[in-house]
């Protein structure tokens, strides 16, 4: 693990730019698939769990500070069992989590801003700049997030503030229409995109200079980055409805282009998707970094740059191979919070069990000790 901190804001804003990230462009349209008109009351009710979610998170840290879940798996389930569940989290979990991030840029770029582009160019060049950071270290990805933090922020008050005048409470009525089914499974659409994936920050709890303030950060960060997006989906259907967000793919890029004030602010819709891409380049820069650190760990290497290059070209086909087309990209995204669920909930429930195994143990191994002396 490199020897670098993080100050405590860098880690405030990327936590809130992680929660934003991805999710900004598209969860609108997947939780208004699931919840209708009732999106609005998913996106809260992922908001309130996604915190309770932030706060388990930080249970491993406080009991085992200064140490990462790669480090925890290793001591608490065993040199082999750790071993082979720290690769699975690393190659299976954020490596995913990297490739998807990298294909959604392809897509977005590629359909709405640099139609005759080819794919695979947007998403090298995406991918040099994301290696260039990681190379850098935590510290590098975290002054770089501090710096765009404002601008995306702006931008997307801005975003909110515009549309405004254009919303209709009457989109949105009435209200738990079909019951609370609906509300819940669309919330776990979006918990399991922002919420779910932020365990990969886990990676970087050691490397936070104040170690007594990464869960009131952590907390912090993700529900201003929930805010932001529980507004977004309910500004998407105040406008437009859950008709049409259900079937845009990219609700809010639609949301900008609504935006027209006299004759003079009009077609700034490339302005929200630059301020995407800084939240997006920062959640992945955060991924693909906790990929090569974990990659080093996994092989009992100390420099995880090594892996920076070889991870970075695996990561271009990878990102094509996961769907054929958007559509059916989004249709696996119904099922993805089953497995994003297993490395993001389970793993740590079964440190935290492990831990109370071995405490137990550890408890009455001194006490037979101490009852023979």
Avoid at 321 to 345: C, D, K, Q, S
Wanted: charged share 15%; with cysteine.
């Amino acid at each position: 693990m490199e020897k670098t901190q993080i100050g405590n804001l860098q880690f405030i804003v990327i936590a809130c730019l992680f929660t934003i990230g991805d999710s900004i462009l598209f969860i609108p349209s997947l939780v208004a698939t699931a919840a209708g008109k009732d999106a609005w009351l998913a996106g809260l009710f992922a908001l309130i769990s996604g915190m309770g979610l932030l706060l388990f998170y930080t249970v491993l840290q406080r009991r085992y500070p200064r140490q990462t879940i790669l480090a925890l798996c290793d001591q608490l389930l065993g040199r082999y069992v750790g071993r082979a569940v720290s690769a699975a989290f690393v190659f299976v979990f954020l490596l995913l989590v990297a490739s998807t991030l990298l294909r959604e840029v392809g897509d977005f770029m590629a359909t709405q801003i640099l139609p005759n582009t080819p794919v695979q160019f947007i998403e090298m060049l995406f991918m040099l700049i994301v290696v260039r950071a990681v190379r850098g270290g935590a510290e590098t990805i975290g002054r770089t997030a501090q710096i765009v933090a404002p601008w995306v922020l702006l931008l997307l008050v801005l975003l909110v503030l515009f549309v405004i005048p254009g919303s209709r409470i009457s989109m949105i009525e009435p209200v738990l229409y079909n019951g609370v089914k609906p509300v819940i499974s669309g919330g776990l659409q979006m918990i399991a995109v922002p919420y779910m994936e932020i365990a990969s920050m886990m990676i970087l709890f050691p490397l936070v200079r104040n170690d007594r303030r990464v869960r009131l950060n952590f907390v912090i960060g993700g529900a201003l980055g929930g805010v932001i997006l529980a507004l977004v989906i309910f500004f998407c259907l105040a406008n437009f409805g859950a008709l049409i967000i259900r079937d845009s793919v990219y609700p809010t890029y639609l949301l900008a282009k609504k935006i027209e004030l006299g004759e003079f602010l009009q077609r700034i819709e490339a302005i929200m998707a630059i301020a995407w891409m800084f939240s997006l380049f920062v959640k992945m820069a955060v991924c693909f970094y906790g990929t090569c650190v974990g990659a080093a760990h996994v092989l009992g290497l100390r420099d995880y740059r090594l892996f920076t290059f070889p991870l970075a070209l695996l990561l271009l086909p990878l990102a094509d191979m996961l769907a054929p087309n958007i559509i059916a990209y989004f249709r696996i995204a119904e099922y993805y919070p089953f497995f994003a669920g297993t490395f993001a909930v389970a793993l740590p429930l079964a440190l935290l069990a492990a831990g109370k195994v071995r405490g137990g143990r550890g408890r009455r191994r001194e006490a037979r000790v101490a009852k023979q002396k």
